[in-house]
């Protein structure tokens, strides 16, 4: 059973067990919501997302781009690798460092999961 974590976005096809997903267990979602491609999973339940936003330079009148890097919780249920554009939610602190969940996968592909 897909639990409504109430944000628009296609469920996941597979299920688990974990509870810190938030379709299939209890972590519940709130504030932001960022995208952003992922740079690195290598790690077994989290990613690297790395956005990238423009920065006005008040003296040039004009914008800079930026970089940051946000570390995710990746659910096992998400199938994710890197290079795939993803959404990620903010909900309570996992870590020392993560914050952040991995909620939909917009593959290079076209296909979604």
């Given at each position: 059973?897909?639990?409504?974590?109430?944000?628009?976005?296609?469920?996941?096809?597979?299920t688990?067990?974990?509870?810190l997903?938030?379709?299939?267990?209890t972590?519940?979602?709130?504030?932001?919501?960022?995208?952003?491609?992922?740079?690195?999973?290598?790690?077994?339940?989290?990613?690297?997302?790395?956005?990238?936003?423009?920065?006005?330079?008040?003296?040039?009148?004009?914008?800079?781009?930026s970089?940051?890097?946000v570390?995710?919780?990746?659910?096992?249920?998400v199938?994710?690798?890197?290079?795939?554009?993803?959404r990620?939610?903010?909900c309570?602190?996992?870590?020392?460092?993560?914050?952040?969940?991995?909620?939909?996968?917009?593959?290079?592909?076209?296909?979604?999961?």
């Amino acid at each position: 059973m897909v639990r409504n974590i109430g944000v628009s976005v296609i469920s996941p096809r597979k299920t688990c067990e974990d509870e810190l997903c938030p379709f299939h267990g209890t972590l519940s979602v709130r504030g932001k919501l960022l995208t952003g491609i992922v740079s690195s999973a290598k790690a077994p339940k989290m990613v690297v997302v790395s956005r990238e936003y423009p920065r006005p330079t008040p003296k040039f009148k004009r914008f800079q781009r930026s970089r940051s890097k946000v570390h995710a919780y990746l659910p096992p249920c998400v199938d994710v690798k890197e290079g795939d554009e993803v959404r990620i939610a903010e909900c309570r602190p996992l870590s020392k460092t993560v914050s952040f969940v991995v909620i939909e996968v917009n593959n290079k592909d076209g296909d979604r999961s």
